[in-house]
């Protein structure tokens, strides 16, 4: 018979344990540990780009409207649900999401688990009532959209729905998107774009056509 | 006296019964990383009970499959009171990335009383002692509710 | 008059020394150094020393579920059956001079009321109705079965050595035998003596069923076996028992090797038993748990059937010649 640890054995029973004594030695997560979510409202744009992306189903966006045009956007993560892959902070054009080294997620009831957060926003505004009318029912006021794609396969912009959130600019391969949150402008390079199309794709709200 | 006594000791030595209803073993593992030298759940008294009958405390690892559902429900009830049943990670209380497919039976709280949730996908080991003290100490409260 | 302060001198040793309170505090004590011990060994803190106390009294707390398989008078009285045989064996264990029952055949006694606890547990195994515990059950009746033949040859090696020294042949009574070493000097400076020792030594986790011989309690894989079904008090005492049996069988080898030690005070005798029996406890128990796996019950007979007992019979045969 062989023993290969029996003179460890011997030998741990005179030196220190290695145990952290953790309820009483608060101890630190490492350093890009994903733990409780913590959202910044007042830089999310409710683009939605993280509620498509999430893999648990943990983000719901209620919308809430206001008086004078404007509505109350409320996004709530259920940390009791969430994966902790981060794929929402990543896919944040506005970085309103971040992952905390907190890992106390201990509750007893379920509202504990709940991170929310909520701002509010100038409604979109019912562009060209006029246009509207004159398409009949082809484009319905509110999905469909109101500006008329190019024949030449590069993307338009329909600024009725764009929320600036550039990740069309962030995803063209060629940098032909110039994209001002702050001016709300969208500008198209037409000799640098190669009508490949990824814009149109990464777009949150289906609001370039190509 | 006697009555204090156990109302002391109750807290003091939760056992842990394990249930996996259908996880992915990442909880499972993190569970079994608590009782190893590094964290040494032991130390607050916390033993894994390899009976359901000797347990005070039922973690629930998993989404609750439909083929674990009857499974958990009858473990659940073998745990002589007063017993705390927690559930581990973010599958059982809610069904996680399972959520919505044709298997999956949960949440948990559809069917039992869940005193404390554990959040994380896994959680830390830390998390996991945390929830298990806030566990053992709604234990020493039951018990100290009752009679 | 006399009878009644004898009856009650004989209560007090039922009850309080060596009976059921020095049981309790001594064998719940033993355990919870073993767990720190192991705890130690393996590079973790540990439970608190206290431990099983306030496991014991916490499952009191609990409630007792009897399953509807079971049988419900046998399921509930052989914990009981069993921390009693244990108690009277601690009775008839001398603390070194002090004996509180003492007889001719004392050591034939504790040989039949070791196998009372394994029984008790058998039958309240048997009685839960439970698949897990027929196969506990039937893994302990192996083990009871592998332990017995060295330890039959270990009391035989100590009987003859003592029953030579004083003439009478085989001596079968432990409060000669510890007059005889009060006397002599511990058994454990004789040659012979020491393979019987080391025996008696691998045959306590054995007895008692601990690790790595428990593979009738294993509780990652038959859910602890017997006790499967208990829950609450029953189980218990059941802990209880084994805590117990823990103290009497390291008592019952400082009685057969240490007798020389006594001082001849009586509370400092209890005291230097329970040092006495952690050590051993330490050593026989909490050391063997530290670096070994649970041994599969065919390893765990073959084991003793073969090394421990030849150790057993080399002290017979040395004894016999005298040495």
């Known amino acids: 018979m062989d023993f290969p640890f029996m003179k460890e054995a011997l030998s741990q029973l005179f030196s220190k344990s290695s145990c952290a004594m953790y309820p009483a030695v608060p101890s630190e997560a490492a ?34 409207h206001l008086e004078e045009g404007q509505d ?67 484009a319905p006021a509110s999905g469909g959209p109101t500006v008329k794609p190019r024949d030449d396969g590069k993307p338009v912009n329909d600024p009725a729905r764009c929320v600036y959130c550039t990740l069309c600019a962030r995803k063209c391969p060629v940098q032909a998107l110039t994209v001002d949150r702050a001016a709300k402008t969208w500008t198209l390079d037409e000799d640098k774009c190669i009508a490949c199309g990824s814009c149109a794709q990464a777009c949150p709200k289906n609001c370039i056509i190509i | 006296m006697f009555k204090k006594l156990i109302e002391e000791s109750t807290g003091k030595s939760p056992w842990l019964f394990h249930i996996n209803a259908g996880s992915c073993n990442g909880c499972d593992i993190e569970l079994v990383s608590v009782l190893t030298p590094r964290y040494d759940a032991e130390r607050l008294g916390f033993k894994l009970a390899g009976s359901p009958r000797h347990a005070d405390i039922v973690v629930v690892t998993g989404p609750v499959t439909k083929q674990s559902l009857p499974r958990v ?72 509710r009752k009679k | ?69 079971a049988e419900r008078i046998t399921f509930m009285l052989s914990p009981l059956v069993g921390l009693a045989a244990l108690v009277v064996i601690q009775l008839f264990i001398p603390v070194f001079g002090f004996t509180a029952f003492s007889g001719i055949g004392d050591i034939i006694v504790i040989l039949y009321l070791l196998l009372v606890p394994a029984l008790a547990m058998i039958l309240g195994g048997a009685a839960s109705g439970s698949p897990y515990a027929g196969v506990g059950l039937s893994r302990e009746m ?12 270990v009391l035989l090696a100590v ?4 029953g030579s020294a004083i003439g009478t042949g085989l001596c079968f009574s432990l409060s000669e035998i510890a007059e005889y070493q009060l006397v002599n000097g511990s058994l454990i400076t004789k040659i012979s003596m020491l393979p019987a020792a080391a025996a008696m030594l691998l045959i306590i986790p054995g007895e008692t069923g601990n690790h790595p011989f428990d593979a009738a309690e294993a509780e990652t894989e038959i859910c602890e076996g017997m006790l499967a079904e208990y829950s609450g008090a029953p189980l218990g005492v059941f802990k209880l028992s084994h805590a117990v049996k823990m103290l009497s069988l390291t008592s019952l080898f400082v009685a ?3 007798g020389g030690l006594g001082t001849g005070i009586m509370a400092l005798d209890a005291l230097l038993l329970f040092v006495l029996c952690a050590l051993i406890t330490a050593a026989s128990i909490s050391f063997v748990h530290a670096f070994t796996a649970r041994l599969k019950i065919e390893q765990i007979f073959k084991y003793y059937w073969t090394v421990v007992s030849l150790l057993a019979l080399i002290s017979l045969v040395l004894a016999w010649y005298g040495l």
Request: proline share 6%; charged share 20%; net charge positive.
């Open chain 1, 31 to 64: 350093p890009g540990y994903r733990g409780r979510i913590i959202y910044h409202p007042e830089r999310c744009i409710a683009c939605g780009m993280c509620e498509r992306v999430c893999s648990g189903n943990a983000i719901t966006r209620t919308v809430e």
């Open chain 3, 1 to 69: 008059m006399t009878i009644v302060i004898e009856a009650l001198q004989y209560l007090g040793y039922v009850l309080i020394f060596p009976g059921f309170l020095f049981c309790f505090l001594a064998g719940m004590l033993l355990c919870g150094i073993d767990r720190k011990l192991v705890a130690k060994m393996q590079k973790r803190v540990g439970p608190p020393v206290l431990q099983p106390f306030y496991d014991f009294f916490k499952l009191c707390g609990k409630e007792t579920i009897v399953p509807a398989a």
């Open chain 3, 159 to 162: 009987a003859k050595t003592v």
């Open chain 3, 142 to 153: 192996v083990t009871i079965i592998s332990c017995e033949l060295p330890l039959v040859l």
């Open chain 2, 73 to 144: 429900l009858r473990a659940i009830s073998q745990v002589p009171e007063p017993r705390c049943i927690v559930t581990m990670g973010s599958c059982p209380q809610s069904g996680n990335v399972f959520r919505g497919s044709y298997s999956v039976a949960g949440p948990l709280s559809k069917y039992v009383d869940v005193d404390v949730d554990v959040a994380g996908c896994a959680p830390k080991p830390e998390a996991i002692i945390d929830g298990l003290a806030l566990a053992a100490k709604i234990l020493k409260e039951k018990r100290g």
């Open chain 3, 256 to 258: 057969l090797f240490l």
């Open chain 1, 72 to 138: 109350k956007i409320t996004l709530t993560f259920n940390l009791g649900s969430c994966t902790f892959c981060a794929t929402c902070a990543d896919f944040c054009a506005k970085q309103a999401i971040e992952f905390t080294g907190d890992y106390h997620m201990v509750a007893t009831k379920e509202e504990d688990l709940l991170v929310s957060g909520s701002f509010i926003k100038a409604a979109p505004k019912k562009k060209a009532p006029a246009a509207d009318k004159s398409q009949g029912c082809q």
